[in-house]
């Protein structure tokens, strides 16, 4: 049998963990799995592109544990209704091959992206950072504003979208966080003393979120929703003042703010700032740059998280995707185990 | 909410379909997609290798529909009571990105590789065709003989395994199949008089269980256990005699018996003999030979068949794989529906 997490699973789970420890759970989750990255097998992202969209698949190994995701990318699926991504994951044992857990991750990757941001600010933000501009409310938008408030006490958020339906909802769900929201009126305001920035805009195209006259010394830049290729935020003169820290830089230079940078321009690996072998922030002045893609390492992160999250637990369910035959010679045989339902005729099938 | 069919499903399902039926069924869905294979995404698989095995992932797609397959292939795994191969599989709307039906594959590879190499021996075997050799009783054995028996109408079996356990198994399930089976000692003698050769074999190394001097004028060889790196069960020369026909030649060339050629070594792709584009056998006297290895296309015809058929009866259940709420950016919101279930603390998560 196979663990399965569903949406209500899931749900449930972060309702009784909570997000606050959920968070800083989590986070510790995908700082392990940084520390020990060269034990991972890494690929580029298997991504199926149509004119609508892409869809991906993000395998990872520690050679004990197998995972990948199923991720979409579709940005005119909000006009229809849907999401623009949705996702799902699974992990499997190296040594058999058999799957062993399988999880919705729509929610576990808005959970995931927002606690590697947070964990990217813990290394690269001031100490002292208290504020933080938030540009763009989408689906992402919450789970960004809790991880820092989780992981670094943000105590204001200033806010700004372009649409303005976005920001009653997302006050509706930040009522309970104890963070000050300050509503305003652009990006230009919304950076203003502000010691963090997060852009997390959804449109598939080269945008101007942040222009490089709005970046004053010491700010730490969070850079969400450029993230495919044709797919930026932020002017590139900003890039060039900013000291520059990625995921996977194979995945990134094709995906990433730095697709407009030179092939060779230098940046830091993340994980190493974590294992304390490269240096994260090093002066008050600094202007740092996490530019967020998202790595198939945080979603093996977050599947472990969950994983481990629900043992013991009423938040999953045993589902028969893999055939367990007691002879593994003897596939066939199962066959015999028709169960009472089916040896009724099945009234779709008898014409 | 995605469908799903689980194993019992599946065994409920065949045995309402009944595997005669549903060979013939299956075949049509393959040749269906074997006849617009140029509409397809095609790529080699994605493989994670390591010492025990190897777990790859197999997407395709028409633009309409997209599939994967996640299968493990792992020698020693029946040591240890476990199956060699274990695999499910997903089609998820193109236009959209979002999955919709999700199913074990265990049974259906089985089902979908048997089905290939009846079609394939369709166009391939003498019309006359009425013995076949089967080498190999393993998981596979019943599948492929009760293909052949569905789509070729073969009369004799004259089977050989080098464990002669696996024989009660065999001819346990095969007892209702109305296939006269004959147990023969050895490969030279299964070979005897037989139209058409299957091996289906398991070793992970180079076999020869077919040499040279074993095949007669007019045969069709049917050979699937050779299908990864290093793994092969026919004799180079007898390769030198035959006329070689595969799925895909990028992947054969890798996976099948025809590695021991030159990389030029000229092949027919079925899907030009299914269209007529090339011939399939032209004289009684020819050495046919299938050099099957498994193509994700054919995974994405049996997801396609498996759905089909589902659709109306109790054999699959719709499970919450992906969060669906009800305004795209607000997928935070979702977090507020906690169940009353998890409104009690949950004992597990409370230290």
């Known amino acids: 049998m196979v663990q399965f997490v569903g949406t209500q699973n899931m749900i449930d789970l972060v309702g009784s963990i909570g997000l606050n420890s959920l968070f800083r759970k989590l986070v510790a989750y995908i700082e392990q799995d940084f520390v020990r990255w060269n034990e991972f097998d890494k690929t580029p992202r298997i991504a199926s592109h149509s004119d609508n969209g892409v869809i991906e698949l993000m395998p990872t190994s520690d050679h004990d544990l197998y995972g990948f995701k199923y991720v979409n990318g579709h940005p005119q699926n909000p006009v229809h209704g849907l999401q623009t991504v949705t996702a799902f994951g699974l992990l499997a044992d190296v040594a058999t091959g058999y799957p062993e857990f399988i999880s919705e991750m729509t929610i576990a990757t808005a959970l995931r992206t927002a606690a590697t941001s947070a964990m990217a600010a813990k290394y690269l933000a001031r100490k002292d950072a208290k504020v933080m501009a938030l540009i763009g409310m989408g689906a992402q938008a919450e789970f960004q504003a809790l991880a820092f408030k989780a992981i670094l006490d943000i105590a204001e958020l200033r806010v700004f979208d372009i649409d303005p339906a976005a920001y009653p909802k997302f006050l509706r769900n930040m009522a309970q966080s104890g963070v000050r929201i300050t509503r305003v009126q652009s990006a230009e305001e919304a950076v203003v003393g502000a010691d963090i920035i997060t852009t997390v805009t959804a449109d598939k195209k080269r945008a101007t979120i942040l222009s490089d006259n709005m970046i004053g010394a010491g700010v730490h830049i969070n850079a969400v929703g450029g993230d495919c290729p044709g797919k930026t935020e932020l002017h590139r003169d ?8 990625v ?13 407009q940078l030179d092939a060779d321009h230098p940046v830091t690996e993340l994980w190493q700032v974590i294992t304390g072998e490269k240096s994260g922030r090093v002066s008050p002045r600094q202007i740092t740059l996490f530019d967020s893609v998202g790595f198939a390492v945080e979603d093996f992160s977050a599947l472990r998280f969950v994983r481990d999250m629900v043992q013991g637990t009423r938040f999953y369910r045993d ?13 066939f045989g199962l066959l015999a185990k028709t169960s009472s339902a089916a040896a009724r005729p099945a009234p779709a099938l008898t014409s």
């Open 238 to 245: 900003i890039l060039l003042r900013s000291d520059i820290f």
């Open 247 to 259: 995921e996977f830089p194979d995945q990134t230079r094709i995906e990433g703010e730095i697709q």
């Open 319 to 331: 589902i028969d995707l893999i055939a367990e035959p007691a002879d593994p010679r003897d596939l």
